[in-house]
Nanobody, 115 residues
Framework: QVQLVESGGGLVQAGGSLRLSCAAS????????AGWYRQAPGKQRELVAD???????NYADSVKGRFTISRDNAKNTVYLQMNSLKPEDTAVYFC?????????WGQGTQVTVSS
C-alpha cells in the first residue's frame, strides 16, 4: 500500500508561483509513473502533467510552458512547479501514482489564484 501526502498549495495572486510536493510512503516509488490532476468546482478532474518512471513528461495544453513536473526518487517525491499562475488554475490538485492496474491518490491540496 502506498500513501501520498500533498503539500504546497495556497492562495497566490495571478502571475505568481507555487510548488506542490507529493511525498509517497514505501520503497517502490521509482517503479511508478506519477502525475498531477486538478478539479475545479463543478468540473471534472483533469490531467495537468505526468512523468514516467524514466522521467518523460507530458502536459496539458493549458499549462505548457508554465508548469514543470519533476520527481526525486531518492526522496520518494514528485513536484509540480507552477509559474505564471492564472485564476483559471484555481482547483484542488491531486497527485497520483500508478503501475499497471494499481493506482494511488493523494488527498488533494487547494490552489487558489486571485485576479
Amino acid at each position: 500500500q502506498v500513501q501520498l501526502v500533498e503539500s504546497g498549495g495556497g492562495l497566490v495572486q495571478a502571475g505568481g508561483s507555487l510548488r506542490l510536493s507529493c511525498a509517497a510512503s514505501g520503497s517502490t516509488f521509482s517503479s511508478y509513473a506519477a502525475g498531477w490532476y486538478r478539479q475545479a468546482p463543478g468540473k471534472q478532474r483533469e490531467l495537468v502533467a505526468d512523468i514516467s518512471r524514466r522521467g518523460s513528461t507530458n502536459y496539458a495544453d493549458s499549462v505548457k510552458g508554465r508548469f514543470t513536473i519533476s520527481r526525486d526518487n531518492a526522496k520518494n517525491t514528485v513536484y509540480l512547479q507552477m509559474n505564471s499562475l492564472k485564476p483559471e488554475d484555481t482547483a484542488v490538485y491531486f497527485c497520483k501514482l500508478w503501475l499497471s492496474l494499481q493506482e494511488y491518490w493523494g488527498q488533494g491540496t487547494q490552489v487558489t489564484v486571485s485576479s
